[in-house]
């Protein structure tokens, strides 16, 4: 089985297989879960000092935020996973 690697921007890679949602960062449920994961010590910050615009919600209860749009994550996916 091979290994699907994502590109989530400024040359960091996650595992596509472990995903289990990509939202965006403008809800305060979602900023509730960032801080939740902040606070606990699973949260990953990919950003590069950037804003961010989209969090990556893995299936080991991680999270890591990324600067680039929810959009471009997805068809980064699609276009891995195919």
Known sequence: MP???L???FGNII???RIVAIVS?????VKRIIQDA???GCLI???????????????SRQVILSAI???TIASRL???TD
Do not use: K, Y
Not at 45 to 59: K, Y
């Open 3 to 5: 290994i699907h690697l």
């Open 7 to 9: 590109n989530i921007g």
């Open 15 to 17: 595992s596509a297989d």
């Open 25 to 29: 960062c403008d809800s305060a449920p």
């Open 38 to 40: 902040r606070d606990s």
């Open 45 to 59: 910050d990919a950003t590069c000092g950037r804003r961010t615009r989209a969090a990556v919600i893995m299936d």
């Open 69 to 71: 749009q929810p959009e």
């Open 78 to 80: 699609v276009d891995v």
